[in-house]
């Protein structure tokens, strides 16, 4: 079969590679869409990736094959399936941090979704596939692993009821959060540099505002001049810090859902202690948000009318990582 293979940093090409065989409790899919990650595109640049390697973990396809003993699936149907599943039974998973469990990156689909095949291991079979109904769309089902993140990290960063978030960079993760954050109840500001996402977090319901001031006053009077009780960064990296920090109230949240490039955090420790600051992050998902995040999706609680962008080829991966990369396409969907 073909494959976009990472062949090291900068060589990303359509190649052949081994066809997977489901064995017992798996499945064997025909991708039909793959959504391009943030995450994928670090690996794809870093040159601490291994190669060869198939990134694609926002997987749509539709079933070939069964294994022995899978009840739940059958060949013909369409599938939405995620890439890494938890053990559920270790220190890690017990505490909440199921994205830190030792079992939790070794089991992976494989080769991944920028293939013509996928393999689905069976603990993702029994945790992390979800069939799509008659009127959900591949490209809507593309969302629910990146979603399983957002709501995750909404649920991390203590947001409740009555409170305020605000969301820095309103591309489609940002917009995701945005809408996580509405769910819940909480209040949504968004601040983007770009004009046109800024559009985009409006559309997907945060208040979003063209100048600084207009920003501090709008949430100001929203929580009696206190802040906001969240601050959550889907990009800006640390120097960004300091201007987050000022739009928080005393006590709040700062949470990273990006890693940034090898930046670092500069905020007076003064600061984070006095005004007791928290600032935490979110690493991926578990099975318990992916589910919700179906549900959500299919159910239409959660809109992504407008985040694709750009629809490629499998051959033009390598284009869409440059479209992501210079900011021209919010999400770029790679089809086989
Ligand atoms: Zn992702
Ligand atoms: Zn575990």
Redesign the pocket.
Known sequence: MKAAVYGGPGDLELRDWPEPVAGAGELLVRVRGCGLCGSDILKILSPDTRAPAVFGHEVVGEVIAVGAAVTRFSVGQRVVVAHHV?????H??RRGS?SM????KRINLDPGGFAELCRVPAPNVEHATFALPPGMSDETASFVEPLACCLRAVKRSGAVAGDAALVIGLGSIGCLLSQAFALAGTAVFGADLVAGRRALGRAAGARVFDVDAELDAALSEATEGRGADVAMLTAGGGSLLPWVAARLRDGGHVHYFAGGDGAALPLPLADLYHRELTISSTYSSSPTELREAFDALATGRIRVDGLITHRLPLGELARGVELMRRHEAVKVYVTP
Do not use: K
């Open positions: 938890p053990c559920f039974r270790c890690y998973c199921a469990c030792r079992a939790f």
